[in-house]
T-cell receptor
Framework: GEDVEQSLFLSVREGDSSVINCTYT??????LYWYKQEPGAGLQLLTY?????DMKQDQRLTVLLNKKDKHLSLRIADTQTGDSAIYFC?????????????FGKGTKLSVKP | DGGITQSPKYLFRKEGQNVTLSCEQN?????MYWYRQDPGQGLRLIYY???????QKGDIAEGYSVSREKKESFPLTVTSAQKNPTAFYLC???????????FGPGTRLTVL
């Protein structure tokens, strides 16, 4: 079945780069997403990448996609304390429930001053 | 301001009571979704609606009901049949099914 896997925790120091990794199983996925969730809040769309792209950069965020290995990563440059949150990887899935995004369990990023 | 609103932010319910969570969007999106989030878990799809007067069950629809009488509104009722309703509920919308989804701020439901 479809599955999205992420490590649950990541801790970095302020100013370092953070790399959050994600693996997915559905080779027919066309879009892959990164969402950010701050405590007690909804999900904020950070960025997404189309499956025919290898990389997408948006200010401090860089998304890398290895379609062969079904591996997606989100790099945050110059990580700040305000980046502390849970980051969800999601794939657009065409099997199962229509219109469904399949989410990973989220990676909790802690930024130490 | 365009966006998705959910109310209330916090909701307390006694066991055996039905409760309705509100979700409104002014983005003119056709598709709307309800997800449930439990601690340490990803999001699980409860119901979704492609268009007004249409909705479909997601992966965990048992104990929930929805309606879609207006394009901008997609209320979720958590019934007494839902065995473990305490959770964080998130509503989302998109232009059409399978388009990028945008989320509301969520409602935390606690059953006492």
């Amino acid at each position: 079945g479809e599955d999205v896997e992420q490590s649950l925790f990541l801790s970095v120091r302020e100013g370092d780069s953070s790399v959050i990794n994600c693996t997915y199983t559905d080779s027919s996925s066309t879009y892959l997403y990164w969402y950010k969730q701050e405590p007690g809040a909804g999900l904020q769309l950070l960025t997404y990448i189309f499956s025919n792209m290898d990389m997408k950069q948006d200010q401090r965020l860089t998304v890398l996609l290895n379609k062969k290995d079904k591996h997606l990563s989100l790099r945050i440059a110059d990580t700040q304390t305000g980046d502390s949150a849970i980051y969800f990887c999601a794939e657009k899935n065409y099997g199962g429930s229509q219109g469904n995004l399949i989410f990973g369990k989220g990676t909790k990023l802690s930024v130490k001053p | 301001d365009g966006g998705i609103t959910q109310s209330p932010k916090y909701l307390f319910r006694k066991e055996g009571q039905n409760v309705t969570l509100s979700c409104e969007q002014n983005l003119n999106h056709d598709a709307m979704y309800w997800y449930r989030q439990d601690p340490g878990q990803g999001l699980r799809l409860i119901y979704y609606s492609q268009i007004v007067n249409d909705f479909q069950k997601g992966d965990i629809a048992e104990g929930y009901s929805v309606s879609r009488e207006k394009k901008e509104s997609f209320p979720l009722t958590v019934t007494s049949a839902q065995k473990n309703p305490t959770a964080f509920y998130l509503c989302a919308s998109s232009w059409q099914l399978r388009d990028t989804q945008y989320f509301g701020p969520g409602t935390r439901l606690t059953v006492l």
